[in-house]
Every structure is written in structure tokens, then in C-alpha cells.
């Protein structure tokens, strides 16, 4: 026993200080793909015909759509063959998530001031309900289960989740609303439709990774009916990635939940 003390005082808080202070992301880490402003050269479609989502529009404007994207990079490869410069590059910023579908879709830029949209807060009723004490039911509705891995690690000692009021429960008679992970398979509507209809209002919903928001990889499955608002759901908040790292997920919950804004 002395020895299990002693190891871990010696180990001591394992606890990340996020949201204090950022932890270190990996160089290799992609976070929110950019466009330069006009740097492409005339009739280029290089990263649009490499897109194996359609992410990418060149009309009227370059716009990639977060909420398809994988990460995958094939556009930032195929582009710089193309076009000399970074013209498309993803940054490290691992903030992604919101509220609105709409604003998945990115453009260029437009000046310095220009902020990429974020998740605000709910509302202040909701918040009044759910804002000290978040309880979420995962339902992992057929994707490949890389999100449902990054949701689980949120519930580690390095993140520690619980420490910010929001938990994963079993019962979605014990939840404020789902989590759904994967594009929602034929199979898994049924399912999926009776978990949210067993949730006591007022509840929310939140579709984390590339499936939940638009079908992912699995877009073009007859299976599948892409995505969870696809699925008739009412999302609060989208959360995009292939799969989306768990600092992406957490930055989302606490805007949610207006912990950071
Ligand atoms: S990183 Fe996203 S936008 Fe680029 S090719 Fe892959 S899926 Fe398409
Ligand atoms: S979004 Fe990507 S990681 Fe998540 S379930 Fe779908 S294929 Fe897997």
C-alpha cells in the first residue's frame, strides 16, 4: 500500500490544466484547413478532383465544408503539385465545432479581423437547465467507432471530463441528450430514433465526426442515411473531424455549455 502512495505522489496530477492553458499538439496535428486569398493559378480544380467527399467547391469561390472533410489532406497534396505557395494548408487550430450546419462551410479569409465561426452557448433556458450538469447518452450509429474513441478518452485522468459537470451515462432516461457517432445506418434508425424519444425534454443533441454531421466516408452508401439531422434529429452541435481530436470535442461541449467562449 505505501508503495501505491508513494507512486502516486510521486506521479502527481495527471490532469490536463486545459482550458488554463493549451496542451501540446503534435506538428503533424491538423486542425482548420485555410485558403490563401487569390493565389490559385486560372482553372485549377486540383484539390476539388482529389476531394474524395465533394468538400471542396471552386464556385463562385473556394469553399471547403467542414462538415465533410476527413483530414485526409489529398487536397493540400494535389495542390501543392499545382500551385505554387501554400495555397491550402490545414492550420493547428482544433477549434471546429458549431452550431449552425452552415457555418462548417469555409472560405477565404476576408482580412486579418475575419473570425472563423465558433459554437456559442445555448440558450438561457437551457442553460438554467443543463449548464452546471451535462449527462450524455453516446450512441454510436455505424461508423467505424474512431469517434467513439476520442469521445471515451475525454472520460480519462488526463482529461477528466466529469470536472466540468459533464458525464457519460448508460440510460438515456438518465440524459440532457445524445452524443451520435457514425453516418446512421439503416439498421441503426430505429434504434437511434427510440434512444432520442426516450430522453426527457428539454434535451440536445451532438454530432461528432464527419459521419454524424454528413456521412463521412460511407457518403455514397445506399446503407446509410447521412448523418444524424439527416436522420430527422435536431442537431445543437456540430463537431467535425475524421475523427475529431478530443481537444476539438471538449472545446465544443464547454462553448456548449458557454465554460469558454
Ligand atoms: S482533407 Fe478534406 S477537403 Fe481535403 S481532400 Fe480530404 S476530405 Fe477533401
Ligand atoms: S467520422 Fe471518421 S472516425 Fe468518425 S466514425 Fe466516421 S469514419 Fe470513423
Not at 452552415?102 to 438554467?128: C, H, S, T, Y
Not at 470536472?163 to 452524443?179: E, K, M, N, T, Y
Request: aromatic letters at 4%.
Amino acid at each position: 500500500m505505501i508503495h501505491l502512495l508513494l507512486s502516486r505522489w510521486r506521479q502527481g496530477r495527471r490532469t490536463m490544466p486545459y482550458p488554463k492553458t493549451l496542451p501540446s499538439l503534435p506538428e503533424r496535428f491538423r486542425g482548420r484547413p485555410q485558403f490563401s486569398p487569390g493565389a490559385c493559378p486560372e482553372n485549377c480544380r486540383a484539390c476539388a478532383d482529389a476531394c474524395p467527399t465533394g468538400a471542396i467547391q471552386l464556385e463562385p469561390g473556394p469553399t471547403l465544408d467542414l462538415g465533410r472533410c476527413l483530414f485526409c489532406t489529398e487536397c493540400v497534396d494535389a495542390c501543392a503539385g499545382a500551385a505554387p505557395g501554400e495555397v491550402l494548408r490545414f492550420t493547428g487550430d482544433h477549434r471546429l465545432a458549431v452550431r449552425n450546419r452552415e457555418d462548417l462551410v469555409l472560405g477565404p479569409p476576408q482580412g486579418a479581423e475575419d473570425r472563423p465561426p465558433l459554437a456559442e452557448a445555448l440558450g438561457k433556458e437551457l442553460m438554467r437547465v443543463l449548464g452546471r450538469s451535462l449527462k450524455l447518452r453516446v450512441v454510436s450509429a455505424g461508423g467505424c467507432n474512431g469517434c467513439e474513441v476520442d469521445v471515451n478518452v475525454l472520460g480519462t485522468v488526463a482529461w477528466d471530463l466529469g470536472r466540468f459537470g459533464i458525464q457519460f451515462v448508460a440510460s438515456p432516461r438518465h440524459a440532457d441528450g445524445l452524443v451520435i457517432c457514425g453516418p446512421v445506418t439503416a439498421n441503426m434508425a430505429l434504434a437511434l430514433r427510440k434512444t432520442y424519444d426516450a430522453v426527457p425534454d428539454p434535451k440536445i443533441v451532438i454530432a461528432v465526426g464527419a459521419c454524424a454531421i454528413q456521412g463521412g466516408p460511407y457518403l455514397h452508401q445506399a446503407e446509410q442515411l447521412g448523418g444524424a439531422a439527416a436522420a430527422g434529429l435536431p442537431v445543437d452541435l456540430f463537431i467535425p473531424g475524421c475523427p475529431p481530436h478530443p481537444l476539438t470535442i471538449l472545446d465544443g461541449l464547454l462553448r456548449l455549455l458557454g465554460k469558454i467562449r
